[in-house]
């Protein structure tokens, strides 16, 4: 049951960071980076394809580390830098 919900909740994040690109009060970056953080932790294939993801586009790259000192972002964040760090 744990694994459709998330999938469900990765799909709103991915959904409020598309609405976040065309409204100006909401950060969609966050919400990408949510989702991001949801489908590294939860599937082992999630976690190869942020990981892969981060070593193709330097700008993702520089999203998840700008959201880790945000103050919306998850407590985990840190840890999920480390587990999808492409340099490591």
Known sequence: MRQPLMALAIMACLAMSVVGGFIP??????????????????????????????RRWPTLDKWIVKARDHKWAPRHLKEFEDMTDPTK
Not at 33 to 50: D, H, N
């Open 25 to 54: 009060i909401l950060q969609g970056w966050i919400f990408f980076v949510i989702a991001l953080y949801l489908l590294a932790t939860e599937f082992e294939t999630g976690r190869k394809w942020v990981t892969s993801a981060r």
